[in-house]
């Protein structure tokens, strides 16, 4: 079937995006005149976008039809409107590229072309089909640019070396090995109480103590991976700072901001993996958006090395290693062929987890915060006394923090984790996949060729008031007690299939620990009025003001 172009997103304007002309220097993208460099990265960008190794050859525009060229015409300066405004512009502006996406798909309906071999499939049966076990596609080069020196277990896109290396980390996250990860996890959180206590011990003039609690939400996750896969905190909570110990390959130790160098990290892998023809110049562009989100790549992987340096030599010294942390695991684990890991593998893989469990955990911690007080504000009395009242039955009298026994059954602490992270969606833009296998595969009634990239948009899907009905945008936790099969069907935070998430134990316990601990023991008052966020590869909320005090059972 030959696609309707307005239907499937056939727009010459970049408005689908929200990008206003002043972003794209005062006038659409396909109306500006393009320069031999942009023409050059365009044409360089469509081969190695839609091109995948041991996949059938796709030419460059107006020479090869490629398969997605159906769904917006063949109009080349509309292409170049997507494939720039889709993610490189959007990101080096620092837009909610979930919130464009969202836009497109409310305009141009369920299934819309965002690149140029790219389509956006925003349904249930869109996540069941693209993401499944057994599905035979994999993860697209977009991942490559977010390799820290070797493909790790989240960018590998072979599929043999991506089960190899799954099966060599999956020890580390069994509900046992999880287990034992609270005694980390507990002395951080003391770290923190004490240090939200000092601040709540100086109110202002409403009683309350005014801070942004997202870097504070930042600083714990860092420690507690940093206890978890690296032996020891980073004392980011201590400090009260965003400062990580750093060490270049045969160089000295310095300090870098951890969370900084994150965030920019995610932003330019971001635009790096829409236009991978960039990649081998982004080290020359003269921008703070690229050479500094370079450098913080190095940062980031300067940290796993010295952490992996560190227990080494500790295992060296000592002959073994008491800790059962996720180093640890890692280290032991073994492959099909009981075949433990190099020590390049392992640094790799030390970093991977440094970034997978930080940015996400951080982030969704905040949006909770924000997204109890929010939903108390729009509805009082409706949200803190049920949970409140659920805390205190669980948590032992005297406690500083709650343990994960008291807290990891809880119902309604639950179903406000669960609705939080549906309306914040930390992982929020469709993770990109490419369709492998000659028959293509059909989704949504339409056939998509072999070597298509297709994708999922959570954010899109945890919105859609069909799905979720007409207070979609409301926070109401108890939706879950009779959620239909279809929203279940559509709740996506941690992806599905061979690829998703592999520390979701982890993070659900983190977050049941860090929730439950905050609201056991302070009062919050709830300055920000919308959580604004912006986007690397996960979505980021940028500041969220609150109020504290110690609750009177504190006292
Ligand atoms: C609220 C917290 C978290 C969220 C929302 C989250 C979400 C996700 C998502 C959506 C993916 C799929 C990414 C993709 O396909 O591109 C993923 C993968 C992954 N996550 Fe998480 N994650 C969280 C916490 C964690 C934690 C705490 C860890 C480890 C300590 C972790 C480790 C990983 C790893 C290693 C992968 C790659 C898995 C693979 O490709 O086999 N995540 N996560």
């Known amino acids: 079937m030959l696609l309707d172009g307005n239907r499937y997103g056939h727009d010459d304007s970049i408005g689908h995006l929200g990008l206003t002309s002043t972003e794209t220097g005062g006038l659409p993208l396909h109306k500006r005149k393009l320069t031999p460099m942009m023409l050059h990265l365009v044409e360089t960008s469509a081969p190695s976008i839609c091109g995948q190794p041991g996949l059938p050859e796709r030419g460059l525009i107006g020479h090869v039809k490629f398969p997605a060229s159906q769904y917006a015409g063949d109009n080349f300066p509309s292409q170049f409107s997507y494939i720039l405004s889709h993610n490189g512009i959007a990101q080096s502006h620092n837009l909610d590229i979930a919130l464009a996406l969202h836009a497109a798909h409310q305009r141009h309906g369920n299934v819309v072309r965002i690149g140029f071999n790219h389509v956006s499939i925003a349904t249930p049966e869109g996540l069941r089909t693209v993401y499944a076990h057994g599905n035979g596609f994999l993860k697209d080069i977009f991942y490559d640019a977010f390799v820290p020196h070797l493909p790790d277990v989240f960018t590998v ?101 951890g969370a900084e160098s994150l965030n920019r990290r995610g932003q330019v892998n971001n635009t790096l993996g829409w236009l991978p023809a960039l990649r081998p110049w982004a080290r020359y562009i003269p921008h703070p958006f690229f050479y500094k989100g370079l450098r913080s790549k190095a940062n980031l992987h300067g940290i796993a090395v010295a952490a992996v340096e560190r227990r080494l030599e500790s295992v060296k010294e000592s002959g073994t290693y008491q800790r059962r942390d996720i180093l640890e695991l890692l280290r032991r684990g073994k492959d099909a062929e009981g075949n433990p890991m190099p020590v390049d593998e392992l640094i790799g893989e030390a970093h991977t987890q440094l970034v997978a469990g930080t940015d996400t955990v951080s982030n969704t911690s905040c949006a909770i915060i924000y997204w109890i007080l929010e939903g108390e504000r729009r509805n009082p009395g409706t949200i803190l006394p049920r949970l409140l009242a659920e805390l205190d039955a669980a948590i032992r009298p005297g406690s500083a923090i709650a343990a994960h026994g008291e807290v990891k059954n809880l119902q309604f602490l639950r179903l406000c984790i669960d609705e939080s992270m549906r309306l914040h969606s930390t992982s929020a833009m469709g993770l990109p996949r490419v369709v492998t296998g000659k028959d293509g595969i059909l989704c949504e009634n339409e056939h998509f060729p072999e070597g298509t990239v297709l994708s999922v948009p959570s954010y899109t899907l945890h919105h859609n008031a069909e799905i979720w009905g007409p207070d979609v945008e409301e926070f109401k936790p108890e939706r879950w007690l009779h959620a239909t099969p279809q929203q279940k069907a559509s709740f996506n935070p941690f992806s599905h299939g061979p690829r998703a998430c592999v520390g979701q134990n982890v993070a659900h316990m983190e977050m049941a620990l860090i929730i439950g601990t905050a609201f056991y023991r302070y009062d919050f008052k709830l300055y920000q009025q919308t959580l604004q966020s912006h986007e690397g590869f996960m979505k980021k909320p940028a500041e969220c003001w609150v109020g504290i005090k110690l609750r009177n059972n504190k006292a």
Request: proline fraction near 8%.
């Open 157 to 257: 896109r072979d599929r043999d070396e991506h089960a190899r290396k799954r099966k060599l980390i999956t020890n580390a996250f069994s509900p046992g090995a999880v287990h034992d990860f609270e005694p980390y996890m507990a002395v951080n959180l003391e770290r923190w109480v004490a240090q939200l206590d000092r601040i709540a011990a100086s109110p202002g003039k409403d009683g309350y103590a005014k801070l942004d609690i997202r870097p504070w939400c930042t600083f714990l996750a860092f420690d507690i991976i940093g206890d978890l896969a690296f032996g020891a905190p980073f004392g980011m909570v201590e400090r009260g700072r965003d400062e990580v110990q750093s060490t270049q390959p045969g160089g000295p130790a310095t300090y870098v901001p």
